[in-house]
């Protein structure tokens, strides 16, 4: 008897168990991730990987000068900054950049930087036992957010920003309504969580805000090395 009331008790929370089924949920999409959790994903569009620049133009408009490397899948700033042909809204943004190995302090050393929109710089920089104002430091949204850490590895050394983008957004007559959103992940390491950027950062490409942008890659006189630069829309 007991056994029995045992049985019917396990039948009963196994049903208690089973969520309803509710009509209203479609499943969500299938994205065939990359082969590791840095390759670009099969609905990401690759931005960087070595073999040409044709997906870049410098500001004015001209062909992107960045050195390219097919063996290495680099391109190595110089030349001024490039900007994406690709423009995007809301998006989940991979890249992966090496601050040179060279003298200098402060601002001046590995000085590049990622720029959502064109707008809104994740500052790139040797942050590695050197210091700098914290709001200009590797990983800052750059004269607005300090990052929550320093997760810097030293020159030379490959490193990733994972960054989640909210765009801003604007009501029917084009008035801000909310500010971008940015979280940053750096080597793994979450520096900057939901950060509001509250207007374009220093040397935007321009001050007018807008629901998609390109990304803008920072030349800022040291050979920055990228690879690996890919954006999906979410
Ligand atoms: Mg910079």
């Not at 920003?161 to 940053?184: E, L, Q, S």
């Not at 001050?207 to 006189?221: D, I, R, S, W, Y």
Request: aromatic share 6%.
């Amino acid at each position: 008897m007991k056994r029995i009331a045992c049985v019917v008790g396990v039948a009963a929370l196994a049903a208690m168990a089973q969520p309803e089924k509710k009509p209203e949920l479609k499943a969500p999409p299938v994205v065939a991730p990359g082969a590791s959790a840095a390759a670009a994903p099969a609905d990401a569009k690759v931005l960087i990987d070595g073999k040409s620049l044709d997906g870049w133009k410098k500001r004015d408009g001209s062909p992107a000068a960045w050195k390219l490397d097919e063996k290495s899948g680099t391109a190595t700033a110089g030349g001024g900054d490039i900007v994406s042909k690709h423009t995007f809204g809301d998006a989940q943004i991979h890249v992966e950049f090496m601050t040179p190995v060279e003298k200098g302090d402060g601002q001046d050393r590995g000085n590049s930087g990622v720029y959502i929109h064109g707008h809104y710089e994740v500052q790139v920089l040797d942050s590695y036992k050197s210091e700098t104002y914290p709001d200009g430091q590797c990983g800052a949204i750059y004269g607005q957010h300090v990052p929550l850490v320093n997760a810097c590895r030293p020159q030379g050394e490959w490193q990733t920003y994972d960054i989640v983008f909210r765009a801003p957004k604007f009501d029917a007559a084009g008035k801000k309504t909310a500010n971008a959103v940015i979280t940053v992940i750096h080597n793994g390491v979450l520096i900057q969580d939901h950060a509001e950027a509250v207007s374009p950062t220093g040397s935007a490409i321009d001050q007018k805000e807008t629901a998609t942008g390109p990304l803008m890659l920072q030349e800022h006189g040291h050979p920055v090395v990228y690879r690996n630069v890919w954006v999906r829309g979410i």
